[in-house]
T-cell receptor, first 115, second 114 residues
Framework: AQKITQTQPGMFVQEKEAVTLDCTYD???????LFWYKQPSSGEMIFLIY??????QNATEGRYSLNFQKARKSANLVISASQLGDSAMYFC????????????FGTGTSLTVIP | EPEVTQTPSHQVTQMGQEVILRCVPI?????FYWYRQILGQKVEFLVS????????KSEIFDDQFSVERPDGSNFTLKIRSTKLEDSAMYFC????????????FGEGSRLTVL
């Protein structure tokens, strides 16, 4: 089974609108961390936001928020007030608590912001 | 802001040649990683390194691959005899802890095997 599933290969959003990028995960480890990374066309991987499995509140970082639904095993990224510079690939990733060494990445979602 | 640096940014090599990719992790980080991303595909884990030894490796990381930290600052990935399918972007990453906190990635080294 895939550890991280991103079902949206491509998404479009109008500038200044909000967009949700979906991510579901699979683990039996009670302790884990969920991450979102942005990969612009230049190729680098930029950390956006982190959610720990024991965190009670959804993580937020500026225009990014993580809609964490533990029972559904989903960790969707919400980008508010989209900007042209948000156009990029977005990867959801998970690190399991007991091993911790390996990050599992999803296949990514390509986001295009339309002016 | 401290960052992970990687060299070279792009390397072209002939099949069968040895390649060394270099990385300088963030100085106070303890855990080091190599990932690769074949063009248009997802990021795949290769190996993690802690306390001067490999702590975990994937099936991709076979006998053709090796890592070392020769001088306390550099972290290298060596591919002994490159194959066409080794063409990919190779990312070095580091983290403070193995249990919490994000991975900090370098900008990647693009390897093209001809």
């Amino acid at each position: 089974a895939q550890k991280i599933t991103q079902t949206q290969p491509g998404m479009f959003v109008q500038e200044k609108e909000a967009v949700t990028l979906d991510c579901t995960y699979d683990t039996s480890d009670p302790s884990y961390g969920l991450f979102w990374y942005k990969q612009p066309s230049s190729g680098e991987m930029i950390f956006l936001i982190y959610q720990g499995s024991y965190d009670q509140q959804n993580a937020t970082e500026g225009r990014y928020s993580l809609n964490f639904q533990k029972a559904r095993k989903s960790a969707n990224l919400v980008i508010s007030a989209s900007q042209l510079g948000d156009s990029a690939m977005y990867f959801c990733a998970m690190r399991e608590g007991n091993t911790g060494n390996q990050f599992y990445f999803g296949t990514g979602t390509s986001l295009t912001v339309i002016p | 802001e401290p960052e992970v640096t990687q060299t070279p940014s792009h390397q072209v090599t002939q099949m069968g040649q040895e390649v060394i990719l270099r990385c300088v992790p963030i100085s106070n980080h303890l855990y080091f990683y190599w990932y690769r991303q074949i063009l248009g595909q997802k990021v795949e884990f290769l190996v993690s390194f802690y306390n001067n030894e490999i702590s975990e490796k994937s099936e991709i990381f076979d006998d053709q691959f090796s890592v070392e930290r020769p001088d306390g600052s550099n972290f290298t990935l060596k591919i002994r005899s490159t194959k066409l399918e080794d063409s990919a972007m190779y990312f070095c990453a580091s983290s403070v802890s193995s249990l919490t906190g994000e991975l900090f990635f370098g900008e990647g080294s693009r390897l093209t095997v001809l």
